[in-house]
């Protein structure tokens, strides 16, 4: 059974900084990509980065310059280090595994999802 545990969440002012983690544990294509999706209330969810098990990284423009994904494979866990935070990135975010398709930003292409973790940033 495939596990994906985020932390890291919480409540900070605009400009301020979080760092998430997603802990992966049991049996999956570790050779793949694990993404950070975010979805606030009403919209869709949509993809804030991705990170493949060989380094590779992709970032949605939203975020480019301010978030920064990493990975430490020994302890099967993937860091989203969040700085500069806007108010525009409240929501809950989730971590993601196992991808098969064509763009990392496409939730449905992802077998694994961990239970999410709220970020709020205030004005």
């Known amino acids: 059974q495939v596990q994906l545990v985020e932390s890291g969440g919480g409540s900070v002012q605009a400009g301020g900084s979080l760092r998430l983690s997603c802990a992966a544990s049991?049996?999956?294509?570790?050779?793949?990509?694990i993404a950070w999706f975010r979805q606030a209330p009403g919209k869709e969810r949509e993809g804030v980065a991705a990170?493949?098990?060989?380094?590779?990284?992709f970032y949605a423009d939203s975020v480019k310059g301010r978030f920064t994904i990493s990975q430490d494979n020994a302890k099967n866990t993937v860091y989203l280090q969040m700085n500069s935070l806007k108010p525009e990135d409240t929501a809950m975010y989730y971590c993601?595994?196992?991808?098969?398709?064509?763009?990392?930003?496409?939730?449905?292409?992802?077998?694994?999802w961990g239970q999410g973790t709220q970020v709020t940033v205030s004005p």
């Open positions: 049991g049996n999956y294509y570790r050779r793949n990509f």
């Open positions: 993601a595994a196992e991808y098969s398709g064509v763009s990392w930003r496409n939730p449905d292409a992802y077998k694994h």
């Open positions: 990170i493949h098990s060989y380094g590779t990284t």
